[in-house]
């Protein structure tokens, strides 16, 4: 059960040439099938591939920023996923190719079929049902953006990245099509690591989740909790039990791994008498531990947000709540905040999430005062969340206005509302996905 490391795909890489679009999906099934992918029933996905009206409103409110990056990645981007289907990565090859001899063996009845000229059909965009959709996340079988992934994606295939930013990089690659991001958490906010990645890839938000995340104390069979020395954890794992380990008496080391099913796999394989873990129920099924306590979160209302991502937008629609997240940051000048924010209150759309973050690219601005010295301050990246979608006329005059205020804007993504009903987390959400 191997995860996609950062050296497995530079191992894709060549492979992966920009003119090349049948090769992704060559190197894809080569990579997901050895890779342990989860398989999940039914589902729906609304991506849509036929994107240009939503692309050139993008475009507008992006043109500030259109980076070399950005440009490198539209032209791998394009291509054969914008013919035929989100999944359809293989389906066609616009690289004309002899016509094949039928009787022989050694030509496939799937290479055959590349040769069919394109028709109607194939222009249309397909329904994607979440069926084949590979989407990647980081950590191992029994994480909870595993089970965020399966919610979304009903249908699709899972799969393990060590890292986040394999995550992203198996999408900018084609060997995922989706990658899933726990962003924020109602007990410890928002995952700033994460916002930060949000920026330095070009990926757009396509969805989210709000998944309900029940911790359970895991450890080999027969491990009573007087035995603990450890506790492990992803980091928001740990932070979320905190008060809890201490009323159970836990008063062992934390120490912080890269994802929370990941620790309940590193007891099983050192079997490790001594160290338990936070994780969901289903990793203790998948792991072989036990559970010691169920439902450690020191809030019953545990709820974490992630977010979907894919290499293109999704167009936006008006027939169902639609939100839309913004990035911008602004030259120094009074009042800038106030100016954005009415922009939006003026049009009566409701800001979901409001938040500000060093920008790591100008951290700092100097004032210079001859007398004094020189005041310090950092400069700010502002991420807001509003309710609204960019296919409406009030969302885009709003992002027009807030675009003359700023020095930088860029659309993360305008995308379906989780609108699942809620109920507070169960051990058994996590046993299956939801
Ligand atoms: O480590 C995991 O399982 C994750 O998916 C990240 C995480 C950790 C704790 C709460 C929510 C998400």
Known sequence: ?????????????????????????????????????????NGSDSSVTNRSQWQSSCAILTSKVVSQEQSKSSVSGGGIDHVNGDNGVARVNLVPIEKSDNNNPLVSQSHYHLQKPLTVTDLSPAPMHGSNLRVAYQGVPGA??????????????????????VAFQAVELWIADRAVLPVENSLGGSIHRNYDLLLRHRLHIVGEVQLPVHHCLLALPGVRKEFLTRVISHPQGLAQCEHTLTKLGLNVAREAVDDTAGAAEFIATNNLRDTAAIASARAAEIYGLTILEDGIQDDASNVTRFVMLAREPIIPRTDRPFKTSIVFAHEKGTSVLFKVLSAFAFRDISLTKIESRPNHNRPMRLV??????????????????????????????????????????????????????????????????L
């Open 368 to 433: 210079d005062d001859a007398n004094v010295g020189t005041a310090k301050h950092f400069e700010y990246m502002f991420y807001i969340d509003f309710e609204a979608s960019m296919a409406e006329p009030r969302a885009q005059n709003a992002l027009s206005e807030v675009q003359e205020f700023t020095s930088f804007l860029r659309v993360l993504g305008s995308y379906p509302m989780d609108m699942t009903p809620w109920s507070p987390s169960t051990s058994t959400s996590h046993t299956s996905p």
């Open 144 to 165: 909870y953006s595993e089970a965020a992934a399966g919610k979304a994606y009903p249908n699709c295939q899972a799969v393990p990245c060590d890292q986040f930013e």
């Open 1 to 41: 059960m191997k995860a996609l490391t950062s050296s497995s795909l530079y191992n894709l890489k060549p492979m992966l040439g920009s003119n090349q679009p049948v090769a992704p999906a060559t190197a894809t099934a080569r990579m997901v099938r050895s890779n342990p992918l989860v398989h999940y029933a």
